[in-house]
């Protein structure tokens, strides 16, 4: 019933902003830690940023200072804004949350060319 989806990936070129969404139902996104993943081809699944039911958020180094995490109470709709992308930004990018198990949506696939 847990369902997790996925938007607004694409092609970009470096230095360009990307809006990604992931819109929830069966789940209320404000009562849990929200994250978003990233995989490239051929590496793991790496966590790039969470929010906290209190609003408090967490970025991985390389993301840090160029992309904001955030969700809509009222939407029940998490974002990721990607500016100032790179090429090591390409991969998936997967929404994830735990409630007694690992919820994960379908993924998005964000390219950024040179």
């Known amino acids: 019933q847990v369902q997790l989806v996925e938007s607004g990936g694409g092609s970009v070129q470096a230095g360009g902003s990307l809006r990604l969404s992931c819109a929830g139902s069966g789940i209320i996104f404000s009562f849990n830690a929200m994250d978003w993943y990233r995989q490239a081809p051929g590496k793991q699944r790496d966590l790039v940023a969470y929010i906290m039911p209190d609003d408090r958020t967490w970025y991985t180094a390389s993301v840090r200072g160029r992309f904001t995490i955030s969700r809509d109470n009222a939407a029940n709709t998490l974002y990721l804004q990607m500016n100032s992308t790179k090429p090591e930004d390409t991969a998936v990018y997967y929404c994830?949350?735990?409630?007694?198990?690992?919820?994960w949506g379908q993924g998005t696939k964000v390219t950024v060319s040179s």
């Open positions: 994830h949350t735990f409630d007694n198990y690992d919820y």
